[in-house]
């Protein structure tokens, strides 16, 4: 819940500041969180393609900024 939390208010605060920038410091955030946990990387990207999913879904036309940087995230193997 923690990350959802961290990922709604980062996404909140590029969408005022029009900068989505400020979401590549949230992913690294998030790699770093699960590296310590011990868990598999593999999780990011799977939770990312379900958030990217659910924006396509809900947002309207305000946030295509995070859909477009979501979705080339995901396109640029930058998880892999």
């Given at each position: 819940s923690t990350i959802n939390l961290d990922m709604a208010q980062t996404v909140i605060a590029a969408l005022k500041l029009s900068d989505m920038k400020l979401m590549d410091s949230q992913i690294d955030w998030v790699k770093e969180l699960l590296l310590s946990s011990r868990?598999?990387?593999?999780?990011?990207?799977?939770?990312?393609?379900?958030?990217?999913?659910?924006?396509?879904?809900?947002?309207?036309?305000?946030?295509?900024?995070?859909?477009?940087?979501?979705?080339?995230?995901?396109n640029s193997h930058a998880l892999d």
């Open positions: 868990y598999p990387t593999e999780l990011l990207k799977q939770y990312l393609e379900a958030y990217f999913e659910t924006a396509k879904l809900h947002l309207d036309d305000g946030g295509a900024p995070i859909v477009e940087w979501l979705e080339q995230l995901l």
